[in-house]
């Protein structure tokens, strides 16, 4: 472990609509991905990190993750349940007490990467400027993300902040689902429903939005078939490199 957040938060409320029918029963951070559902998957990252403490959202059968994750022993792992599903930003502003006043690190309950030389959770830590940064996310180039279609999200200066794209604009990066957020980032947050994108914007005009590229992979997974591609892909690189 290094210096850096000793918190973090898992985004697990979603629907996961776009999963159906794997999803009608069972909550997207539970669907498995070669054997391993991905929510454990992530917990054994931030444990290995050195993570002590992390903070599960739950909402669309919140029930099954929270029995999940009964017996598991590291990282400590609280839950903050949401009755009515509060989006990323309302559910992360809701966790806020559970999460403590220093940055945290905050990572969507489906995001599926391998590291590169380091460790994305440890080159996250190292870059954080506590003087300069709200917000700090993982970037991966558009044109390498595996299953992804979209158009990106973020233009990044050569210093790291980041401004969104603009319409009919092709972005060369897409926000990779992992981040260290400070909790000032949430001073007049809205109350209820709504998404991080609205915090992102507003540090932005501060100049306080910060970015950092992937060194490793990054895999899309939204629907049935894009879960089926990722194993195979992962199925092809473990074995070109020896492993099971």
């Known amino acids: 472990m290094i210096g850096g957040p000793t918190t973090a938060m898992v985004l697990a409320a979603g629907l996961g609509q776009r ?26 990252r931030l444990a290995a990190h050195g993570i002590a403490k992390v903070v599960v959202n739950l909402h669309y059968l919140g029930e099954m993750i929270e029995a999940h994750l009964e017996d598991r022993g590291q990282p400590q792992v609280v839950f903050s349940q949401e009755s009515d599903l509060l989006e990323t930003g309302g559910g992360v ?15 969507n309950g489906d995001v599926c990467w391998l590291d590169g030389l380091t460790p994305a959770l440890e080159r996250l830590a190292a870059a954080w400027n506590e003087e300069e940064m709200d917000a700090l996310l993982l970037l991966h180039p558009t044109c390498s993300a595996f299953g992804y279609e979209g158009v990106g999200d973020y233009l990044m200066d050569s210093a790291g902040r980041l401004r969104r794209r603009l319409e009919r604009q092709i972005a060369p990066f897409i926000y990779a689902g992992i981040q260290i957020l400070h909790p000032r980032l949430f001073a007049d947050a809205p109350e209820g429903s709504f998404s991080l994108n609205r915090l992102y914007d507003r ?23 894009e879960l089926r591609a990722v194993e195979d892909a992962l199925h092809h690189l473990a074995e070109s490199s020896g492993q099971k």
Do not use: C, S
């Open 93 to 107: 502003k809701k966790a806020l007490p559970l999460l403590g006043t220093e940055p945290f690190f905050v990572l």
């Open 203 to 225: 540090a932005q005009e501060a100049g306080r939005l910060w970015g950092l590229r992937h060194d490793g992979e990054w895999y899309h997974v939204g629907t049935p078939a």
């Open 19 to 44: 999963m159906r029918p794997l999803t009608d029963n069972l909550p997207k951070p539970l669907v498995p991905l070669r054997g391993e559902a991905m929510l454990d998957t992530i917990l054994d």
